[in-house]
């Protein structure tokens, strides 16, 4: 029963790991290229494949390579910790927020050949709680806040980190030269909901900038405080490292 419900979403792949999780179900499948594929309920959260893997990385490597100085980082969402490992390479100190403890665990058996093993390193710290739960109680102030990749519509409470109260509370955790990173997919959406969540994000972030990747499922939102100014020289030398 636990594997049926995937025989027709992921037909010729294996069932590798099965958790029911108090807050969700987490399950690990592989196919037959050995690509590992993490899902929340029964929703795809990550996958380790050349198509998804950079989606991972670029939400840590954008806004990092836009910030003159970045020390330390937030993400909400953990998955498989490729963005997590991401923000260690630019010598940045991460805090991780991830509800479910059966994705922390899936993360360390089957994709430490893409987050490096971030568990252990040192700039890498990581909390079992609720994202907003840990905005709204934590005193450190970020450089860096980046939502993961949560799609809106595919999974129970995934709607509340695209709200103007959420963004809001980010921004009061934010340095003063700090960037708020909001994935928005392409796909699944409706427009007017794709509009909605750039103008609710524009609400608390008037000076906002709009990224579109080369793959055709997501655009990226960076938010300021300030308009955004680019030191190319700086991003080109600091990507190449990255």
């Not at 594997?3 to 790991?17: E, M, N, Y």
Request: hydrophobic share 40%; charged share 20%.
């Amino acid at each position: 029963l636990k594997s049926a419900i995937f025989k027709t979403q992921r037909p010729g792949d294996t069932l590798v790991d099965y958790n029911e999780e108090v807050d969700a179900t987490v399950t690990t499948l592989k196919d037959d290229e050995g690509v590992y594929r993490l899902y929340v309920d029964t929703n795809q959260a990550a996958d380790a494949s050349r198509w998804d893997s950079p989606s991972h990385r670029v939400i840590a490597h954008l806004p990092l390579l836009l910030h003159p100085r970045p020390k330390r980082a937030l993400v909400v969402g953990f998955g498989m910790g490729l963005t997590s490992h991401s923000i260690t390479q630019h010598g940045v100190k991460v805090d991780a927020i991830e509800l479910s403890s059966g994705v922390l665990s899936a993360a360390q058996k089957y994709f430490t050949h893409v987050n490096e093993n971030v568990f252990e390193n040192p700039q890498f710290n990581y909390k079992l709680n609720d994202g907003r739960n840990h905005i709204l109680m934590t005193k450190t102030k970020y450089d860096m806040i980046s939502t993961g990749i949560i799609h809106p519509l595919v999974s129970a409470g995934s709607s509340n980190i695209y709200t103007a109260d959420f963004y809001r509370l980010c921004r009061k955790i934010l340095t003063e030269d700090g960037i708020m990173c909001q994935w928005v997919p392409l796909h699944r959406l409706p427009e007017a909901h794709y509009k909605m969540i750039v103008r609710t994000f524009i609400e608390v972030f008037p000076e906002t900038t709009l990224w579109y990747k080369y793959t055709p499922d997501f655009v990226i939102l960076i938010g300021t405080r300030e308009p955004l100014r680019i030191n190319y020289k700086n991003f080109i030398d600091r990507a190449k490292i990255a």
